[in-house]
Every structure is written in structure tokens, then in C-alpha cells.
């Protein structure tokens, strides 16, 4: 079965960097874009990212435009999510997401991993 | 932006009943809505997608509505492990996609 499991996260001081990686298995990786969402703390949903399913297509949200890179190594199954410049606001649960295939429909995902940025 | 209003907030209902929820979008987005089912400490799930079809593994019970600006869930009879926070999420104009604030179902 399909299962993504994140890593990575953790307490971090504002403007500074954290890497979350995803380890993705039970699917053909490599044949599907995946996508971060995060849920700040009693808030709703807010996409962040998305790679295509080789990685040669890159999407952000604005509000991470510039701070944020998505990654993907199709050898190892790792999808991964360089934060930089961190803010208050970025402190979120991050889900890695597998795409259904139709694009931008989310039909498996991580348990999430928790992002604290504070001081 | 396309902005997402559900409603309502919160739905009280009991076991067996009827739930019918709600999802507004601030222009139309085609069939390009889906649900989401969450519950405490866990991911969503997907339920619906392109308005009205079920997402594998999803009981009947659920089925979804509408288009252009205006969509429903709807659970037909609501089962114990039913009671949780659901979000519709639309993908018209990614990648600038957006989800609604939640609909959260208690039990009565």
C-alpha cells in the first residue's frame, strides 16, 4: 500500500533553514508529481508546493515563493522541501502528498510532521 | 484567488441522520472541487473528486453535487467514525489551488 512518511521537522529559530524529506513506497514514484500541504495550528489546509512527477516543473505558493524549494530524487523515492528564511507564520504540520494523476487532487498522504519557528 | 466559504461552521447531527454540507466558491470552478475528510491527529482524505466521484475505498453513503460556484457533500446516513472536519479544495486555476475553511460534523 501506498505510504509517505516525513521527516525533518522541528523547534527552529526565525530566518533560519530546515530540510523535511518524505520517504515515498507502495507506488511508482517516479510517475507522479507530489505535493506539499500544510495545516498551521488550528487552521486549514494551505498547499505549498508542487514537482512534477520528473522534476523538471516547480510550483509555489506565494506566500513561500522564494524561501522555499521542492526537490525530488527518483532514485532513492525522496521527495524533499528546503525551507529558508523561516517565519512565525510558516509554524505548520507539513504533508507530503501523493497527486491522484489529474493533477492537483491530493489522494494519499504523509502523517505530516510538525514545523515550530520560534525564538 | 478563488475563495471557498463552507457551511456551516459546525453541523450537529446524530448517528443515522442526514448531512448535507455546503461549499461556495467566489467564481466558478467548473467541476474542479473536491472533498476531503479529516479527523483528529490524522491527514485528510480524499473523498470526492471532480464534484461527484468517489475516491477509491469510499463508501456509497458519500456522494457530491454542483458546479460552477456551488457544491454539496452529502452523507446519506452518518456512521459513528463519520463525525470529523471536512474541506473542499478546488484546482481550476492551479497551481494557485485553495481549500475551504472546514465544515465541522459533531455528534448531536
Known amino acids: 500500500q501506498v505510504q509517505l512518511v516525513e521527516s525533518g521537522g522541528g523547534v527552529v529559530q526565525p530566518g533560519r533553514s530546515l530540510r523535511l524529506s518524505c520517504a515515498a513506497s507502495?507506488?511508482?514514484?517516479?510517475?507522479?508529481?507530489m505535493h506539499w500541504v500544510r495545516q498551521g495550528p488550528d487552521k486549514g489546509l494551505e498547499w505549498v508546493a508542487v514537482?512534477?512527477?520528473?522534476?523538471?516543473?516547480?510550483q509555489y505558493a506565494d506566500s513561500v515563493k522564494g524561501r522555499f524549494t521542492i526537490s525530488r530524487d527518483n532514485s532513492k523515492n525522496t521527495l524533499s522541501l528546503q525551507m529558508n528564511s523561516l517565519r512565525a507564520d510558516d509554524t505548520a504540520v507539513y504533508y507530503c502528498?501523493?497527486?491522484?494523476?489529474?493533477?492537483?487532487?491530493?489522494?494519499?498522504w504523509g502523517q505530516g510532521i510538525l514545523v515550530t519557528v520560534s525564538s | 484567488e478563488i475563495v471557498l466559504t463552507q457551511s456551516p461552521a459546525t453541523l450537529s447531527l446524530s448517528p443515522g441522520e442526514r448531512a448535507t454540507l455546503s461549499c461556495r466558491a467566489s467564481?466558478?470552478?467548473?467541476?474542479?472541487l473536491a472533498w476531503y475528510q479529516q479527523k483528529p491527529g490524522q491527514a485528510p482524505r480524499l473523498l470526492i473528486y471532480?464534484?461527484?466521484n468517489r475516491a477509491t475505498g469510499i463508501p456509497a453513503r458519500f456522494s457530491g453535487s454542483g458546479s460552477g460556484t456551488d457544491f454539496t457533500l452529502t452523507i446519506s446516513s452518518l456512521e459513528p467514525e463519520d463525525f470529523a472536519v471536512y474541506y473542499c479544495?478546488?484546482?481550476?486555476?492551479?497551481?494557485?489551488?485553495?481549500f475551504g475553511q472546514g465544515t465541522r460534523l459533531e455528534i448531536k
Open positions: 502528498a501523493k497527486d491522484q494523476g489529474m493533477g492537483y487532487y491530493f489522494d494519499h
Open positions: 507502495g507506488f511508482t514514484f517516479s510517475s507522479f508529481p
Open positions: 479544495q478546488q484546482r481550476s486555476n492551479w497551481p494557485r489551488i485553495t
Open positions: 467564481q466558478s470552478v467548473g467541476r474542479y
Open positions: 514537482i512534477s512527477y520528473d522534476g523538471s516543473n516547480k
Open positions: 471532480d464534484a461527484s
